[in-house]
């Protein structure tokens, strides 16, 4: 974030895409997605970005995401490092604001993980809570041979539920994220005999309905993170004392019944 507001100063006459795309080694599509998660607005005044990027400095959240995620590859190794950048979140996205506690992060193919957050000390606990559960992404992807092209319906699900299982495990109930309440018990079983058992083998981007939801489709708003979650929560009353290390290794289809 320093080096691409420094860049601004030095360069006004640059392309902020522009600069933002080459200091971060960026392409347009993943520009596209982290703005899609909530970072902050590329043209916002400098002055502007300068103060949030103080308040951010001052909460030491960078410190404080390379702590947990290093004590996190100690408790549960892999092979590939985590990398991950710090963003500012647009102060603007009231989504995240409002839904999200604050935070909004997600993790790419090559492991890396992003995070937007906003400047504010509340959100600690919640950003505690999502690099728990983006590093379980990072985990998982990883265990197995999941890749962007085969990644299924089903391995989306069981990606999510798992992750939130994580946070869970190990933080508590507390920090589990507002994805799971998004539908009751009865009506995620429903939904799973329904309709989510007979899609569970979609592909790529027709599988984000599902997850997101979608009014035209008649599909609940995070349907798809909360229906993960009980998904993962069944296979545990069918199979009782399955370790985490267990299920993180375990094919998504497994957790179908």
Not at 69 to 92: C, G, H, M, R
Not at 213 to 230: A, I, M, T, V
Request: include cysteine; charge should be negative; proline fraction near 2%.
């Amino acid at each position: 974030m320093e080096i691409f507001l420094e860049a601004i100063v030095s360069h006004p006459e640059n392309s902020r895409k522009e600069l933002f795309l080459e200091i971060f080694n960026l392409s347009e599509e993943e520009l596209e997605t982290i703005a899609f998660f909530g970072i902050f607005n590329l043209e916002s005044e400098i002055g502007i970005l300068e103060t949030q990027l103080n308040k951010l400095r001052s909460l030491a959240y960078e410190d404080f995401i390379k702590d947990e995620l290093t004590l996190l590859q100690k408790e549960f190794p892999v092979s590939k490092a985590v990398e991950f950048e710090l963003f500012i979140l647009d102060e603007q996205d009231r989504f995240v604001r409002e839904k999200l506690g604050g935070v909004s992060a997600f993790t790419d193919w090559s492991g890396k993980m992003f995070f937007a957050v906003l400047p504010d000390a509340q959100v600690r606990s919640t950003l505690k809570s999502v690099i728990n559960h983006e590093y379980h992404h990072h985990w998982r992807t990883h265990a197995l041979t999941i890749t962007e092209q085969n990644q299924t319906l089903m391995d989306r699900l069981i990606l999510e539920g798992l992750a939130e299982h994580f946070v869970k495990i190990r933080l508590g109930d507390a920090y589990l994220g507002p994805y799971k309440d998004a539908l009751t018990e009865k009506q995620a079983k429903n939904l799973w005999e329904s309709t989510y058992k007979l899609c569970r083998n979609e592909l790529g981007e027709r599988t984000d309905i599902y997850m997101f939801g979608s009014k035209e489709g008649n599909l609940p708003f995070w349907g798809g993170y909360s229906l993960g979650y009980y998904l993962v929560k069944w296979y545990l009353e069918r199979n009782e004392g399955s370790s985490i290390e267990y299920m993180t290794a375990l094919s998504s289809e497994k957790f179908s019944f």
